[in-house]
């Protein structure tokens, strides 16, 4: 089972910053937390990943609590080709494999 | 640089029919993996190779599905015979090697068993 929870769905104004939440109370502290996204009839794209510090790339930036209990992905201007399936992943560094729940349908609007 | 290719893209056979997927994984990445989305699903994972070897099978119905990875670059995953539950999206991914790395996926196959 997946180890995060995520809302089934999120709406978003084109242009607008879109902040994704992910619960994760059970993470452990070699656990890593992993964004990927799944637009339609493509393979899952990944966007960035984290352990306990924020992180920043050319995609989205992630915001994890200080008790790494829950995490935050922010896209920081969100295009209409954003639209897609977010997923929130918690996976060790050695050995574990990415268990996918169902994520978050997010749908950016003109 | 060239993703992971994978095909055909779709495929459509009755039920008790056989049929096999290809996978050519990112020049020189190590790990290979094959996940089953079910629509409305995540992806889930049937196996995992490191190199040309097996590291995780253990979400593989293996009575009906196996896999091979010839010489630890190309993959195969077949279905014998299907059923209509495996109606399916097929997708592999690869990375460097096992670890915290990103993993990069194909494209997927599309399987409807009718």
């Known amino acids: 089972d997946a180890k995060t929870t995520q809302p089934t769905s999120m709406d978003c104004a084109e242009g607008r910053a879109a902040n994704l939440p992910c619960n994760h109370s059970t993470i452990s502290g070699n656990e890593y937390v992993y964004w990927y996204r799944q637009i339609h009839s493509q393979g899952p794209q990944y966007i960035i990943h984290g352990l306990k510090n924020n992180e920043t790339n050319e995609m989205a930036s992630l915001i994890i609590t200080e008790d790494r209990k829950s995490s935050t992905l922010i896209l920081p201007h969100a295009t209409l080709r954003d639209t897609a399936v977010y997923y929130c992943?918690?996976?060790?560094?050695?050995?574990?494999?990415?268990?996918f729940g169902p994520g978050t349908r997010l749908s950016v609007l003109p | 640089e060239a993703g992971v290719a994978q095909s055909p893209r779709y495929k459509i056979i009755e039920k008790r029919q056989s049929v096999a997927f290809w996978c050519n994984p990112i020049?020189?990445?190590?790990?290979l993996y094959w996940y089953q989305q079910i629509l409305g699903q995540g992806p889930k994972l049937l196996i995992q190779?490191?190199?040309?070897?097996?590291?995780?099978d253990s979400q593989l119905p293996k009575d009906r599905f196996s896999a091979e990875r010839l010489k630890g670059v190309d993959s195969t995953l077949k279905i014998q015979p299907a059923k209509l539950e495996d109606s399916a999206v097929y997708l592999c991914?690869?990375?460097?090697?096992?670890?915290?790395?990103?993993?990069?996926f194909g494209p997927g196959t599309r399987l409807t068993v009718t």
């Open positions: 992943i918690v996976r060790g560094n050695y050995g574990q494999n990415f268990v």
């Open positions: 020049s020189g990445h190590a790990t």
């Open positions: 190779f490191q190199n040309n070897g097996v590291v995780d």
């Open positions: 991914a690869s990375s460097p090697k096992t670890g915290p790395y990103e993993q990069y």
